[in-house]
């Protein structure tokens, strides 16, 4: 309300985050801008009275009116009347030229008036409803005046008599200059918005200091250089130096964007303690000159611009007949935009934290995909005529048969070698004949990152202290099970980190290898020459492993060793496709494997999803009423009541509008007992196995993602969504 005082720092961050993560705001968002210009110059001038106005049709419009609370103290009745009168001037406008607030339109010129001077007696016919001992005007101009800035009175607790001063005109016209400028742009298409006034305006608005230029020594080169290109492309975060043994001092171009800062600590274990902001153009410029090799360019940052723009030249480049390619155009970046525009995409796609490319020929175009926190998203749509261009780049970087588009075929692609930066991933690559051409997927497997410790999986506290008792156990089978993408593999890894000493010998078999993990012998598949699962297990059983990890059973045979290895004195960890705990012991039966040697070697199964994790900085708090409650109830066996938290509409700026940011597990974990040996053996059907594990302490996915939405961490629409409520019960 515009007789509230100066905004919160929170509200304030918000308008901003809105202001300028537009690329083109829009007329609308004028108004943030101009609470955000309110909300300063209250603040920083501790006026009594500010009003803001702006030109529209030739008139004065009053945009924004402030009222302080000390002008009617503790009479109710006075703060209606200011109320009433805010109300009233902002449905008004002025003809051209009308009073002090006109002449400095007209003009561009300030006034600055007190009680003690010669313009003395103007102040006394000002009808504002109090005395008037002060008043300052600017006006608000870029290339044109575009409305003016009036306050009136300083607070009586700055102690100057109400009167401004000097001082405080200077910062008056500062905070115009910046403010008119960002108004200005979104008022007037035309009208451009440079980096630097970008950065000037946010450095103010953050009360952050702003860099203009670097003086040679400044930056610490060798942090710099430990931190690498990527990650610093990727947070858009600069290190300049340390400022304690784990804390650095930082440049960003956008100070507020919480969700870079994170990621920047997460990635290099170090902590941000001081922040600097710094224009796009100066950033690019120490990209530039820090990774000489990289052909560091705004462009090339901005993924949006950058593939448009190579996706333009392939329009042309590339009109003929679909697939018709010239071998020496798939060989290097410089010779094509295809290469270009390939790279890119897998460049982007890695920086968006994509965990896989989509690349779907569609009927007139080619489709361009993400999947990013398990959700896919559209990215990119090319002519039709790139298809068989792309398809065979991508099939080059992978040693596939580019002359084969009637059969599926898997690959491996090193992006290292086809890209000059310090981007280390590895891509699995699928490929498959579709109606209108051939479908490429490909899984980003970042080698740079490190396997997560358990406890920030999304164990609940009973799992976790479960799970840990079963992967200490000397032998037998550890099995999770679960769609692809659900996490299977990390669980995995982390468990035989807990395990990993110099006393234990760890050894799998991988396809593909997704971790390198430090101490544990890790072999790759290759069904090319034979070395598939089954073979690799054989070879194991003959070199004295203590646990072994075994990618994925996926036959009779593999199952078989499986449960030999896990009778014979291992402890054998693998995965499994099915939707539930108590059903992997039914798809075992299915891959012929007798009842009593499942029931002798299962030592646990875990099954698991992935769920989206709620944002921290923008869910709100409500109540469940109704079947939401009735569900909660049900599956938590309380009776409430609860609060739990949904999306924000619109989402916020960490988030990227979503209302979720990254994702977290739910399990069921089911371990064996001799209830539940005996329902094995007898072969009694999945529904009743469930009903044993339940008695035995099994917590159900709908139940641990229920248990998920009551911590706060997900929301009931995505666990619904994710896992059905339970038709069993115990």
């Known amino acids: 309300m515009a007789t509230q005082s100066s905004l919160t720092g929170t509200l304030r961050r918000s308008l901003l985050i809105k202001v300028i993560s537009k690329p083109a705001p829009s007329r609308e968002d004028v108004n943030s801008v101009i609470e955000l210009t309110a909300s300063k110059v209250v603040e920083a001038l501790q006026a009594q009275s500010m009003t803001l106005y702006l030109v529209e049709g030739g008139e004065i419009a009053f945009k924004h009116v402030y009222y302080s609370p000390t002008l009617w103290g503790q009479d109710k009745n006075k703060e209606v009347e200011f109320r009433e009168t805010s109300r009233k001037l902002l449905a008004l406008k002025l003809p051209a030229g009308t009073g002090n607030v006109g002449k400095v339109i007209q003009t561009g010129q300030p006034l600055f008036f007190t009680n003690k001077g010669p313009d003395a007696a103007s102040l006394k016919k000002m009808e504002v409803g109090f005395e008037v001992t002060s008043m300052l005007t600017v006006p608000l101009k870029t290339n044109i005046v575009i409305g003016a800035i009036q306050v009136l009175n300083k607070e009586p607790a700055a102690g100057t008599g109400g009167l401004f001063t000097e001082k405080d005109q200077s910062v008056f016209l500062e905070v115009a200059e910046y403010s008119s400028t960002l108004i200005q742009r979104m008022l007037d298409p035309k009208f451009q918005l440079s980096p630097e006034d970008t950065a000037k305006f946010i450095a103010k608005f953050t009360d952050l200091p702003l860099v203009t ?427 409430g009541p609860f609060e739990i938290y949904k999306t924000a509409p619109g989402g916020c700026h960490i988030c990227g509008g979503n209302g979720y940011k990254g994702r977290v597990g739910i399990h069921e974990l089911m371990t064996s007992s001799e209830e539940l040996i005996d329902a094995i053996n007898k072969e009694v059907e999945v529904a009743d196995l469930k009903r044993v594990a339940m008695k035995n302490g099994m917590k159900t996915l709908h139940q641990d993602s229920i248990l998920k939405v009551k911590m706060g961490l997900t929301t009931m629409e995505e666990a619904l969504s994710n896992v059905p409520p339970d038709l069993i019960t115990n």
């Open 213 to 639: 230029s670097l003086e040679e020594g400044e930056i610490d080169e060798k942090l710099v250089e430990i931190t690498g290109d990527a990650i610093i492309r990727r947070e858009h975060v600069f290190p300049v130096k340390k400022v304690s043994t784990n804390g650095v001092a930082v440049l960003m171009t956008n100070p507020l964007d919480y969700a870079k800062r994170e990621g920047f600590q997460q990635a290099t274990e170090m902590h941000i303690e001081e922040v600097r902001v710094i224009s796009a153009t100066l950033f690019e410029e120490l990209l530039k000159k820090y990774f000489k090799d990289t052909k560091a360019s705004a462009k090339t940052q901005d993924a949006d611009v950058d593939i448009d723009e190579v996706a333009d030249l392939i329009g042309s480049a590339y009109s003929g007949e679909e697939g018709a390619v010239k071998a020496a155009d798939l060989e290097s970046e410089d010779s094509a935009p295809i290469i270009q525009l390939t790279n890119r995409i897998i460049e982007d796609a890695y920086i968006s934290g994509a965990s896989d490319i989509h690349v779907e020929p569609m009927e007139k175009d080619l489709l361009v995909r993400y999947r990013v926190d398990g959700m896919c998203s559209e990215k990119l749509r090319l002519p039709k005529q790139v298809t068989g261009a792309m398809v065979a780049r991508l099939k080059i970087m992978c040693n596939l048969d580019i002359s084969e588009r009637r059969l599926p075929q898997d690959g491996r692609i090193i992006f290292k070698k086809f890209t000059k930066k310090n981007i280390d991933i590895d891509l699995r690559v699928a490929t498959g004949p579709m109606n209108h051409g051939e479908k490429v997927v490909m899984r980003i497997l970042d080698k740079q990152k490190s396997t997560l410790p358990l406890p920030a999986l999304g164990f609940s506290e009973e799992n976790l202290k479960r799970y840990r008792e079963c992967v200490r156990m000397p032998y037998g089978m550890i099995l999770h099970c679960g769609p692809t993408g659900s996490g299977k593999s990390m669980t995995l890894y982390s468990a035989l980190g807990e395990v990993n000493t110099p006393d234990v010998n760890i050894q799998t078999a991988e396809d593909p290898i997704e971790y390198t993990l430090a101490g544990i012998n890790q072999m790759q598949m290759n069904k090319q020459i034979g070395l598939t699962f089954e073979r690799a297990l054989r070879c194991y059983l003959r070199m004295d492993p203590d646990i072994i990890l075994v990618g994925e059973i996926r036959d009779k045979e593999t199952a078989q060793i499986a449960c030999e290895a896990a009778l014979t004195g291992h402890l054998l960890v693998s995965t499994l496709h099915t939707n539930d705990a108590p059903s992997t012991v039914s798809r075992m039966g299915e891959m012929g494997i007798e009842p009593f040697n499942i029931s002798a070697s299962i030592v646990c199964v875990c099954a698991q999803r992935l769920l989206r994790r709620i944002c921290k900085n923008c869910k709100v708090k409500y109540t469940p009423e109704g079947r939401e409650l009735e569900i909660i109830q049900i599956a938590l066996g309380e009776k």
